[in-house]
């Protein structure tokens, strides 16, 4: 986590003063005294409502900014890729000739454009990420039994991390986006997975998710890998698990089949997630990060902080890539790799010290 904020803030503190090493060090110092000093200690129940509080000044401000910054004059153009896949659409035109502000095509799934399809018609994407951090500190309140020092940590390193603030003022989403497959695991946790409803409900969840970015399926590739290493499901309803997540993901493309079919066979959103990132090749990379990655998780529980690990380790070898290629400036500064790709981990991160903390605290009520 702290590794991510320092990128961010290397890059976007530079532009305003020369100390920008100094203050970086700095906030990441106060960052660990927080956590190491606070993370043992229970807070206060007058402590825990002001928590509360704070998060909803923080909503507002977030809101607030909104109105006072130019989407159209940041280097960021997710908002447009959306805009663009529906005013194309809406135009009779195939979505996935669409062309951002900055000449990029829409790279995600279907499923990724539909949510945001509400927030487009009512003319404001920068809801999403706010909602998006609104329903993780929602999970993470209902996972709490008792306020405690990590709770306090997780609270103000999103409100005062640059990550969160960019991905608003950007109308970025990776972290929205990647909330509902926190949920997932924290479904899977929870749930008899031998039941049949569980594992339809499960699996049909799982194609939808799946349709909105296909990095996601290195996390589903985990969740499968754990299940069968650890007798969790028998290989039988694995497979039939996968064809259920698989059928429904195909179900979310088959309208643009239908309509476009020679248009989709020309360009879709595999041939663009899979060319203008990196280099095809470096998917297998991915998947055996993935596969390895899964062999060291012990217990469910543990799923949150290796996926974290996982897309961690999957973005730094795309970001070691454009390194190696452009060099460290040209790749950080001059955002040639797009390094908030690295907040696919966090979500991950913020919830396992979480689930330390729980653990505690339950032991501590028994």
Not at 98 to 109: E, I, L, Q, W, Y
Request: charged letters at 10%; aromatic letters at 20%.
């Amino acid at each position: 986590m702290l590794i991510i904020n320092i990128l961010f803030l290397i890059k976007y503190i530079q532009r305003a003063t020369r100390f920008y090493i100094w203050i970086s060090l700095l906030l990441t110092l106060i960052y660990l005294a927080i956590y190491l000093i606070f993370y043992k200690k229970i807070i206060p129940k007058k402590t825990g409502i002001f928590i509360k509080v704070a998060s909803f000044t923080f909503f507002g401000l977030l809101i607030f900014a909104l109105n006072y910054i130019d989407v159209e004059k940041l280097n960021v153009d997710r908002w447009s890729v959306i805009t663009s896949f529906w005013h194309t659409l809406n135009s009779g035109i195939y979505p996935y000739f669409a062309r951002s502000n900055m000449g990029n095509p829409p790279g995600p799934m279907p499923v990724y454009f539909v949510i945001a399809y509400p927030f487009y018609l009512f003319g404001e994407l920068g809801l999403i990420p706010i909602l998006g951090f609104a329903a993780f500190l929602f999970i993470v309140y209902k996972k709490c039994n008792v306020f405690d020092g990590r709770l306090l940590f997780i609270v103000f390193f999103m409100m005062t991390s640059p990550i969160f603030l960019w991905e608003t003022l950007t109308r970025s989403n990776i972290f929205a986006y990647t909330v509902p497959i926190l949920i997932l695991l924290i479904f899977f946790n929870k749930s008899d997975m031998n039941r049949w409803v569980n594992l339809l409900l499960i699996s049909v969840y799982t194609g939808m998710v799946l349709s909105t970015r296909n990095i996601y399926i290195l996390s589903v590739l985990i969740f499968y890998l754990y299940a069968y290493r650890k007798d969790i499901l028998p290989v039988s309803k694995i497979l039939i698990s996968v064809i259920i997540v698989f059928t429904v993901f195909a179900f979310t493309l088959l309208p643009l089949v239908i309509l476009f079919p020679a248009e989709f066979l020309n360009i879709n959103p595999f041939v663009i997630q899979s060319t203008f990132l990196i280099p095809p090749g470096y998917i297998f990379v991915f998947v055996i990060i993935a596969s390895l990655i899964s062999i060291l998780i012990k217990s469910r529980s543990e799923l949150f902080f290796y996926n974290g690990l996982m897309y961690f380790l999957t973005i730094a070898v795309y970001f070691l890539y454009h390194v190696v290629n452009s060099g460290f400036y040209t790749a950080l500064i001059a955002s040639k790799a797009d390094i908030s790709y690295f907040i696919f981990c966090l979500p991950f991160f913020m919830y396992s010290i979480l689930i330390g903390n729980s653990e505690n605290n339950n032991h501590l009520n028994h």
